[in-house]
């Protein structure tokens, strides 16, 4: 089992632009594929964006192509989200999750496909 834990997350400004870093634990990090979820308040928890093992292959959802990008870096065990052009609508709490599961389309990225979860990082977007 994987320990997971976010950072990089805080207050911006719409427009603006931030980076999320999750940080795992353990000698198996390039065995997960990683994702991106997100809950806002009152809302249920939704999918962001995934990355294969070795960052060959991305999945987003519509809203965030074009803004977000999800990167890995093996060698240091830690999955980035880098969001660019923020909206009040981003605001959440931002989850970092990990599965052995080949989750090949963005249709397979749900909640339970997932085996680990980290805590979460609070992103605040002001209009």
């Known amino acids: 089992q994987v320990q997971l834990v976010e950072s990089g997350g805080g207050l911006v400004q719409a427009g603006g632009s931030l980076r999320l870093s999750c940080a795992a634990s353990g000698p198996t990090f390039n065995n997960y594929r990683m994702g991106w979820f997100r809950q806002a308040p009152g809302k249920e928890r939704e999918f962001v964006a995934g990355?294969?093992?070795?960052?060959?292959?991305?999945y987003y959802v519509d809203s965030m192509k074009g803004r977000f990008t999800i990167s890995r870096d093996n060698a240091k065990k830690t999955v980035n989200l880098q969001m660019n052009s923020l909206k009040p609508d981003d605001t959440a709490v931002y989850y970092c999750?990990?599965?052995?599961?080949?989750?090949?389309?963005?249709?397979?990225?749900?909640?339970?496909?997932?085996?680990?979860w980290g805590k979460g990082t609070l992103v605040t977007v002001s209009s």
């Open positions: 990355i294969s093992r070795l960052g060959l292959s991305t």
């Open positions: 999750a990990a599965t052995l599961g080949a989750l090949n389309g963005s249709s397979k990225w749900v909640y339970d496909a997932m085996n680990y």
